[in-house]
């Protein structure tokens, strides 16, 4: 066998190496044939070749020696697996044949007790009907001694009898309460034989690691021999060729290295082969041993907690035996119990159907009563809700007028403050809420019919991509919400308005005919459309779009019914199709219409007008759905609820009209003005003071004159004018 097919077999288990044909697995013999096939292959090729094939056939027996050792170590490692199985197996084996024995002595001791049972009773039966015969002779005793003597005795049988029924019972109980005596020897032997078998288990499990290391050990040994004589016959091998080759002619030189090559590469891919095994083999036997130790923890795990609930389940059955004993006779009491409500229930219940009848009749009149109660209820709200709008209204002016006046004098003040305070320009707010009047309302902005019809007209030319895109910046810009996609395309709109504007020139004055003429086709047609639409009276996006589902479904309902000819729809079709061609610049359309042509119902872009059609399509929407506006019903007056989203942030913005920064520029200019008036109250308080010592100075320069110019002064020898100096300094 070579070697290549060795080493196709030898990869998986240990026991799947080497093949054989008798094996039991289909796999196994298929693999075995194929190694002799392959086999025979080699032998002819080497024949071929002129190599030896009995040099092949010893290399083969040779190089087999690592694999019948590993086929020796498969056969122990199995063999040890089948024992440990039946070792731990015959715990159960044991406990099922206890089992068997038991149930089978269970048996016959049943039986036993069921004769014996059978016989009790056939002669307890006898004497029970001795006793019952003896007392028709009592009843004929008419001397009291002799009836005594009568009753005495049949009192003495009956005792026997009793007697004998106790005796019964007793034995019947004895034989119980040795029943339960023999469930818990049971069980303790139950307990045993799980822990024998766990000691039986790990002991298994230890031989088995130790049988597998030493296992892995013989055949690395093996691996590790036929490795070296491999590498000891190569490289006599080696030598012999090289001898050969020295001694052959030069023109062999260049052939013979090759071989040497060849048989370098065939060495080392032999040395990888073989290193790949034995690691495969290694991982392999590592990877047994750690799923047997967690199998054995697994084991350990499940004992511990069936041992745990087989100790909770018994008292859990000892609790309900005692449950169901009371439980069985509460149901019976409960049970009379409920009988006697049943009939009481009938009875009531045949009053309650009568009494039912008779509420149900006065319920139906009280329910009509109090629906005619809730419509003037219904009208009774709706006034109030007039009211209290009206009222609503009148308050919210009240209130806004006055926080109006108070925002207006904190503006007034601000300006003051600005201009003669602190010398700045003063620019008066601008603000949403300034010139607002009455409750906040957010009205939805609706496009224009003319609008409309230009974005139409600008979207979906073929060269226009970016007005498309400015027209989506300016919608962006103007905060308008981004609809979901109508059923209608823009193509559909567009070809129903080109074939509207090119249709009904009926619509439009000759004079605005005339000077339409000079402008290009789009403005033209926009110019036209304006008037279209004044004469329909579409004032928005919502009415041209319903103008655009009261053609298509109008020409639908044609289609369905068959009143129109198949080549008038024809030419209808091309005519827009050539229309559309030319408006969308030819291959641009084609997605489209492919689009159109795959969908299974008629798409809205798909029904075509023939341009006959068009008076009939105006003339049933004017006389269906544009009835003249003075022949329209006046819609009642529906009381929305208003949104008050934005009313605290209105009042909020009245009140924080003034600026945070103005306010600290307040609060600033406060505290200055606040040290200001501290200072000026200090002058005035020094000014008065100033006033009243000048007021006293020229009360003493009065006083003083006065004393100078005394008459008294002359007759003194030393006068004051002498002594004091009155010259000013």
Same mark, same amino acid.
């Given at each position: ?20 044909? #008798? ?11 194929? $190694? ?58 044991? &406990? ?101 078998? /766990? ?29 070296? =004589? ?36 065939? /060495? ?66 409960? /049970? ?52 209290? &709008? ?27 403050? +600005? ?61 308008? =919400? ?123 872009? #798909?029904? /075509? ?112 004018? +002498?002594?004091?100096? $009155?010259?000013?300094?």
């Amino acid at each position: 066998m070579s070697r290549a097919a060795l080493a196709e077999g030898g990869g998986g288990e240990p026991g799947a190496l080497v093949p054989s044909l #008798s094996s039991e697995r289909q796999e196994e013999r298929i693999a075995a044939r194929r $190694l002799r096939i392959a086999a025979r292959l080699e032998a002819k090729r080497r024949e071929a070749l002129g190599e030896d094939p009995d040099a092949n056939k010893a290399e083969a027996e040779e190089l087999s020696r690592s694999h019948k050792q590993i086929e020796e170590s498969r056969q122990r490692l199995a063999k040890l697996l089948h024992d440990g199985t039946q070792l731990v197996t015959n715990i159960q084996v044991a &406990a099922d044949a206890r089992e068997t024995h038991r149930r089978a002595e269970e048996d016959e001791l049943k039986r036993q007790r069921l004769e014996k049972l059978e016989n009790e009773s056939k002669t307890n039966q006898d004497k029970f009907e001795e006793i019952t015969s003896k007392w028709g002779s009592a009843r004929e005793k008419t001397i009291p001694q002799d009836l005594w003597e009568v009753l005495n005795q049949q009192q003495q049988q009956c005792a026997l009898l009793i007697e004998e029924k106790n005796k019964l019972i007793s034995e019947l109980q004895q034989e119980l309460k040795s029943k339960d005596d023999q469930y818990v020897k049971d069980l303790k032997k139950q307990a045993d034989d799980i822990s024998l078998l /766990l000691d039986r288990m790990e002991e298994q499990i230890k031989n088995l690691m130790k049988t597998y290391r030493r296992e892995l050990t013989q055949i690395e040994k093996a691996f590790e021999l036929e490795r070296r =004589e491999l590498l000891s016959s190569n490289k006599k091998k080696w030598e012999q060729a090289m001898q050969a080759h020295n001694a052959q002619e030069l023109e062999n030189l260049v052939t013979r290295m090759k071989k040497v090559e060849e048989y370098e590469k065939q /060495l080392d891919q032999l040395r990888v082969q073989d290193s790949e095994e034995y690691t495969a083999i290694k991982i392999q036997l590592e990877t047994d041993v750690q799923i047997l130790e967690q199998q054995l923890q697994q084991m350990k795990a499940i004992y511990q907690l069936n041992q745990e609930k087989l100790e909770y389940n018994f008292q859990v059955l000892k609790k309900r035996d005692e449950e169901n004993t009371i439980i069985k006779s509460q149901q019976k009491r409960k /049970l009379n119990r409920l009988h006697d409500v049943l009939n009481n229930l009938r009875l009531k219940l045949a009053k309650q159907i009568k009494q039912f009848q008779e509420d149900n009749q006065t319920l139906t009149a009280d329910y009509k009563r109090i629906v005619e109660q809730y419509k003037d209820l219904q009208r009774t709200m709706r006034h109030f809700a007039v009211i209290d &709008a009206q009222k609503f209204l009148e308050i919210w002016l009240m209130n806004e007028q006055e926080a109006k006046g108070l925002m207006w004098k904190a503006l007034d003040a601000d300006r003051v403050i +600005h201009t003669q305070q602190l010398g700045l320009p003063w620019v008066e707010p601008d603000d949403w809420f300034l010139d607002n009047v009455g409750p906040v309302v957010y009205r939805k902005t609706m496009k224009s019919a003319s609008k409309l019809a230009q974005e139409v007209m600008a979207l979906t030319e073929s060269g226009r991509p970016e007005q498309e895109e400015e027209g989506r910046k300016e919608a962006a810009e103007a905060g308008e =919400e981004a609809k979901p996609p109508r059923h209608v395309s823009a193509k559909t709109v567009k070809l129903i308005l080109e074939l509207l504007c090119d249709e009904s020139g009926f619509l439009i004055e000759s004079k605005m005919l005339g000077l339409l003429q000079p402008l290009e086709r789009q403005e033209r047609s926009l110019m036209k459309l304006d008037a279209i639409f004044a004469a329909l009276g579409i004032d928005n996006e919502e009415d041209v779009y319903a103008l655009v589902d009261f053609f298509l479904t109008f020409k639908a309902q044609q289609l369905a019914s068959g009143q129109s000819e198949e080549g008038a729809a024809e030419e209808g079709a091309e005519g827009l199709a050539g229309a559309a061609l030319k408006g969308e610049g030819g291959p641009t359309a084609q997605p489209e219409e492919g689009q159109a042509q795959r969908s299974s119902a008629p798409s809205p872009s #798909s029904v /075509l007008f023939h341009p006959d059609d068009v008076l009939k399509a105006l003339t049933a929407f004017v006389r269906d759905v544009q009835r003249p506006r003075e022949k329209r019903p006046q819609a009642k007056k529906v009381l929305e609820e208003r949104d008050n989203s934005k009313d605290s942030e209105y009042w909020e913005a009245l009140a924080h009209v003034i600026p945070e920064p103005k306010l600290q520029v307040w609060e600033a200019l406060e505290a200055a003005l606040e040290k200001y008036h501290s200072v000026l109250s200090q002058r005035a308080k020094l000014l008065a003071e100033v006033g009243g010592l000048r007021h006293q100075n020229a009360e003493l320069h009065m006083l003083l004159h006065q004393y100078l110019t005394s008459k008294v002064n002359e007759q003194l020898l030393i006068p004051p004018t +002498h002594v004091m100096d $009155l010259t000013p300094r």
